[in-house]
């Protein structure tokens, strides 16, 4: 399998914005919705069944050990669009061991930056996989399922075919 990136065009979410993209509009409305005084959502946010509109599209991410500015990130779940798109399941496995070590490299960045912020960010990229253009889309959201430290990622992907 073979990779390309573009440079991704990468936003800090930090007030009301409106997402072209009406799935992902829904989900960062819906994230916002259950910030409570400043609290992050909990783990109930993670439950595919409040989320039925991006059936297939979710990843949970798992914040693991931090040093400094930078963690580490290990793919809890992944739904069925990543892993057709990608021809692999990284559930278990680490960010840092994406086979694609440059959108690895831009990943973690992004992951580390939602930590850090404790906001939103939304994401663009295009990417050719196996020879075929992709747009990727990505809104990355952040959970706190034990206390108000940010603990897990869950990211939605939008792949549209270039063009589509």
Request: proline letters at 6%; charged letters at 25%.
């Given at each position: 399998?073979?990779?390309?990136?573009?440079?991704?065009?990468?936003?800090?979410?930090?007030?009301?914005?409106?997402?072209?993209?009406l799935r992902?509009?829904?989900?960062?409305?819906?994230?916002?919705?259950?910030?409570?005084?400043?609290?992050?959502?909990?783990?109930?946010?993670?439950?595919?069944?409040?989320?039925?509109?991006?059936?297939?599209?979710?990843?949970?991410?798992?914040?693991?050990?931090c040093e400094?500015?930078?963690?580490?990130?290990?793919?809890?779940?992944?739904?069925?669009?990543?892993?057709?798109?990608?021809?692999?399941?990284?559930?278990?496995?680490?960010?840092?061991?994406?086979?694609?070590?440059?959108?690895?490299?831009?990943?973690?960045?992004?992951?580390?930056?939602?930590?850090?912020?404790?906001?939103?960010?939304?994401?663009?990229?295009?990417?050719?996989?196996?020879?075929?253009?992709?747009?990727?889309?990505?809104?990355?959201?952040?959970?706190?399922?034990?206390?108000?430290?940010?603990?897990?990622?869950?990211?939605?992907?939008?792949?549209?075919?270039?063009?589509?």
């Open positions: 399998m073979s990779f390309t990136s573009s440079n991704p065009n990468v936003t800090i979410l930090v007030a009301e914005e409106q997402l072209q993209t992902l509009d829904r989900l960062y409305r819906s994230w916002r919705q259950a910030v409570q005084g400043g609290a992050l959502p909990g783990k109930e946010f993670l439950d595919p069944a409040r989320h039925p509109y991006m059936d297939g599209m979710l990843l949970v991410i798992d914040v693991e050990t400094g500015d930078h963690c580490r990130y290990r793919y809890r779940s992944a739904g069925r669009h990543f892993i057709e798109a990608l021809k692999v399941d990284p559930s278990g496995t680490y960010m840092d061991q994406h086979p694609e070590a440059e959108f690895a490299v831009q990943a973690i960045r992004a992951c580390d930056l939602v930590v850090k912020s404790r906001r939103p960010i939304h994401a663009r990229i295009d990417r050719v996989i196996d020879g075929h253009t992709f747009r990727i889309e990505f809104l990355l959201l952040p959970v706190a399922e034990q206390d108000d430290a940010v603990s897990t990622i869950l990211i939605a992907q939008l792949f549209t075919p270039a063009g589509g």
